[in-house]
């Protein structure tokens, strides 16, 4: 384990004239609304900021084919849980591509622990588009700017703080936690959750449920009524490489064998095929409630144009009713008057929870037999029911900050490290909670330029994060 110090000097001293403040169950502070809510975490909220501030400098970009660099931002991690005495265990797949794994005890340690995951890589980001170094940490417009404010080193900051006040407080969690902070999500997790679950799982084989990243978050409807996407299902990945292969020859030439020609005309079929329509139990429960929330029946014959009239958020729901496709490379040929042997395309699949044969049937129908595919990635889709004590605790924690909440099952159409745990059986949710701004484009955040988080998210993730470790 290492003690490397923090990029800020200052931190080390807040952060020992923290643990020496006395925590107050009278305090109170402004809650949505301007309500006066009791505090639940209050030296998780005053450090989370700075904490999310600092990991947001490390710049721990995946570039993707194992290229990374998060062992500082590991090391960083692992000096904040040793600083409140929680042992952290330091795991490497590759040098430098580093994972931090501990374990917090819980009042009742016969229960299966809770698994809490997020990742330390973040997505290159190009300085050049954005309003403040992408890198800097900058406090601005009360948020928080950098690569990964949202994906998710938010999360990670959520985590420390609400860990560490628990620690240093003496409050345990209602069971044993696993707190995992892992290498390489961004390109798989194959360096690191995949890794961890595949080489080390006995540092989570125990927990039988999972908080992670893309849910919790707010979606304001009206004056009085928040709903909160707590992630219960995501798409399965299938990225595959297609190749068309011909007679080579001189372009000059009659050629009734050409690759680029075949190739042309197999991708061409697949991304304009749509999908026949499939309706999981978390779309179906998802839509009968945002249905109810803003007023409006789904036609379940008609589901597409009732989906259209939702604006923005229509592309990502409409994800979420079908398998998808999306070619998105091609290569062929080096000269133009050369009709190449070969030509190769790679398209992006996604397909829903329960389909994956389905939509390996309907893919080989469409490309045909002359078409040769190959998987680049294929990863299981996951799906869990909205319900029992866990998500009770999300529910009841969630309505003790905001008395306007109301959260809801949705399916992600990507993919996060949950496809790892729940190869171990873990029930894995999306719960990173957050009390978002109505007009913040918060799914623009997600590998866009300007990322950034409001201060006042944070705070008010780590008084729900508290609240729901207790009742967890
Ligand atoms: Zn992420």
């Not at 978390?282 to 409006?296: K, N, P, Q, S, Y």
């Amino acid at each position: 384990m290492s003690t490397t110090p923090p990029p800020s000097s200052s931190s080390t001293s807040s952060a020992q004239s923290l643990s020496a403040r006395s925590v107050s169950g009278q305090s109170v502070s402004a809650g949505p609304g301007g309500l006066r809510l009791p505090v639940t975490a209050p030296n998780a909220e005053a450090e989370v900021v700075e904490l999310c501030s600092e990991l947001l400098r490390f710049e721990s970009v995946n570039w993707g084919d194992g290229n990374g660099r998060e062992r500082p931002a590991a090391e960083y991690v692992a000096s904040r849980l040793a600083e409140v005495g929680i042992e952290p265990t330091i795991l490497e797949s590759e040098p430098g591509r580093t994972s931090v794994i501990a374990r917090i005890e819980g009042a009742d340690s016969s229960r299966a622990p809770l698994l809490i995951h997020s990742h330390l890589d973040v997505v290159p980001a190009d300085a050049s588009q954005w309003r403040v170094g992408p890198f800097s940490g900058e406090e601005l417009d009360g948020c928080l700017w950098g690569r990964g404010a949202v994906d998710m080193l938010d999360m990670v900051a959520m985590t420390l703080a609400t860990v560490r006040d628990l620690v240093r407080s003496g409050r345990k969690p209602s069971r044993d936690l696993v707190v995992a902070f892992l290498a390489d999500e961004e390109a798989g997790g194959v360096l690191g959750a995949r890794w961890l679950v595949d080489n080390h799982p006995q540092h989570v084989a125990d927990c039988t449920e999972a908080i992670g990243e893309v849910g919790g978050f707010s979606y304001t409807v009206s004056d009085d009524l928040r709903l909160y996407l707590i992630e219960t299902a995501e798409k399965g990945l299938a990225w595959m490489k297609l190749t068309a292969t011909g007679r080579a020859g001189h372009g000059s030439m009659i050629s009734d064998d050409n690759a680029v020609t075949a190739l042309c005309d197999a991708v061409a079929r697949l991304g304009r095929h749509e999908f026949p329509l499939v309706l999981t139990d978390t779309v179906r429960r998802f839509l009968g409630e945002l249905g109810d929330a803003i007023g409006m029946q789904f036609d379940l014959d008609d589901l597409d144009a009732t989906v259209a009239k939702l604006g923005p958020v229509a592309r990502m729901i409409g994800a979420t009713l079908r398998n998808t496709v999306n070619p998105t490379q091609l290569a062929a040929g080096e000269k133009v008057n050369v009709i190449p042997g070969e030509a190769v395309a790679y398209v992006d699949g996604r397909y829903l929870p329960g389909q994956r044969d389905e939509f390996l049937r309907q893919l080989d129908e469409i490309l045909g037999p002359d078409i040769r595919r190959e998987w680049v990635v294929l990863d299981d889709a996951v799906e869990t029911s909205f319900d029992g004590p866990l998500v009770d605790a999300m529910a009841g924690a969630l309505r003790a900050e905001d008395p306007i909440a109301r959260p809801v099952p949705y399916m992600l159409s990507g993919g996060t490290d949950a496809k790892s745990f729940s190869r171990l059986g873990i029930r894995c949710f999306g719960f990173s909670p957050l009390l978002l701004p109505a007009d913040l484009d918060f799914s623009g955040m997600f590998h866009g330029v300007d990322e950034r988080v409001p201060l006042e998210s944070l705070r008010f993730g780590v008084r729900v994060l508290d609240r729901f470790l207790h009742a967890c």
